[in-house]
């Protein structure tokens, strides 16, 4: 193989499988859950399926859960014998930038006290894992897609999968690439200023623990540089000055998350994770970083609406990598943080309802929102607790 056929790999937008598919939820690092669910699904020890089934994963393998290196180990060996594929969250891409962030010190062997109790016992990454995530994570897709479905760790944003579709090299050579032009151009630039003027002149309200007016430019400069980077658009998604200041992990927040799926209105289905939905709403309030909960008038397993009442939606994030947070506090089974998948019943281009009931222990209270006729598509099959075979492969 040539070095310029190597260099462009396969592009960051590639084809999704055909086929009956089971799209997998943000993992975190939470392997029994992973194995769990995979032999609820049917799947075999080698991946492998009776029905012909084939894996998804929706990105987020690693980080805050007790084994990240053997989530992506099996992921990886899966992806590698043509059984699943995975496209990048931004916990991938951390790591793949260097970043040192919470949740994330497995791969970087800081195995101490503080880590220790925070988020309890983690299985460290070897030298030799280091260097082969590494290069796993570089050869995986931002998304995927094929004629009625699409699959993206965030936001599926059109203007940012054209600019990624156009990108050259890998998932860290194009957000170099983009994070470069925004620092260059004049508008960044005058927004960065304005910025880094705005936080020394406001550090005493930005310490106060009483909740600060919105700093715009601030605000502006956040939300500038996260969505004019695609790369960050695809794997974190869109932001904009937040309408209520908020605190989260430890500081004053000035942006928030955009539920981009209500201006979606492409007639392929969008298969997503990163936005820690939740069973129970409540467990929002316990769980979550203390940002608006964008999932409030959704119903457990339903579809997310867009702005013309069309569900072509689905976040499949449960909130798994939560369970951290609730072993802090002594939980040790019955976890509100869930690892799910939907699973697509057939190969359908224009698929019939399609609803598969065996989580009718946990889905009760939705049955009936369930059995509305505009929840066509797919059905989240989550996966709740109990002891099924520890190897799938
Ligand atoms: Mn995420």
Known sequence: MNEAIVATTD??????????????????????????????????????????????????????????????????????????????????????RGERKHGNHWFYRDDDAEHLQRFGPCVMATRGQQEAFLDFFASLPLALERSDLRVVHAAWHEPSVERCRDASGDVLAAYRHFEAALSRSEEGARLKAAHDAQRV?????????????????????????????????????????????????????????????????????????????????????????????????????????????????????????????????????GFHGRLAALARARDRLRPRPAFDLSHRRTCHRSRSRLRHPRITRLLPKLIIRGRLPRRVV
């Open 11 to 96: 592009g960051l937008i590639r084809p999704l499988y055909e086929g009956p598919l089971d799209i997998v939820g943000d993992v975190h690092g939470e392997i029994d859950a992973l194995h769990d669910l995979l032999a609820r699904l049917g799947y075999y020890r080698d991946g492998g399926h009776a029905a012909g089934r084939r894996l998804i994963f929706v990105g987020d393998l690693c980080d805050r859960g007790p084994d990240s290196a053997a989530v992506i180990d099996l992921v990886r060996s899966l992806v590698t014998a043509g059984r699943a594929q995975c496209v990048v969250g931004n916990h991938e891409l951390n790591l793949l």
């Open 201 to 333: 002149q406001q550090q005493g309200v930005l310490r106060s623990i009483d909740t600060p007016p919105l700093l715009a430019d601030i605000a502006a400069y956040e939300a500038y540089y996260q969505t004019g980077n695609p790369v960050r658009v695809l794997t974190s998604g869109l932001e904009q000055a937040t309408r209520a200041v908020f605190h989260a992990g430890g500081r004053w927040r000035f942006v928030e998350r955009v539920p981009w799926w209500r201006d979606y209105d492409a007639p392929q289905t969008v298969v997503f994770g990163h936005y820690w939905r939740w069973w129970h709403p409540a467990s929002h309030a316990s769980y979550n970083k203390g940002e608006p909960n964008l999932f409030i008038d959704t119903a457990a397993c339903g579809w997310h609406n867009n702005a013309w009442g069309r569900e072509f939606a689905c976040c499949v994030d449960y909130s798994v990598g939560a369970r951290f947070k609730e072993r802090q506090e002594g939980r040790a089974g």
